[in-house]
């Protein structure tokens, strides 16, 4: 079992940046996947991002060259770094992670960009 912590979510103007955190309870060296997906209001939940354990990474289309993913083993924490917001950028981010055994999520952090 692993608990994942979300953090870094808030309020910005459209154009900013943010950079979310994805903290584990524990190692996250055996995660094969670890994912960041977003859930808009009235929404159902979307994948955004997800790295691989060897670092590979994949975006969806309305972030590339805007979203980047990474992930600290050695701090057992995965990031997303928000550049250029936009406000349908909006939504509750969760994170997840993938192991052998079982997938796992965070509870979310909000996520607001205006106009």
């Known amino acids: 079992q692993v608990q994942l912590v979300e953090s870094g979510g808030g309020l910005v103007q459209a154009g900013g940046s943010l950079r979310l955190s994805c903290a584990a309870s524990r190692s996250i060296f055996s995660m094969n996947y670890m994912r960041w997906h977003r859930q808009a209001p009235g929404k159902q939940r979307d994948f955004v991002a997800s790295i691989s354990s060897r670092g590979n990474t994949n975006y969806v289309d309305s972030v590339k060259g805007r979203f980047t993913i990474s992930r600290d083993n050695a701090k057992n924490t995965m990031y997303l770094q928000m550049n250029s917001l936009k406000p349908e950028d909006t939504a509750v981010y969760y994170c997840?992670?993938?192991?052998?055994?079982?997938?796992?999520w965070g509870q979310g952090t909000q996520v607001t960009v205006s106009t």
């Open positions: 997840s992670g993938q192991d052998p055994l079982a997938v796992y």
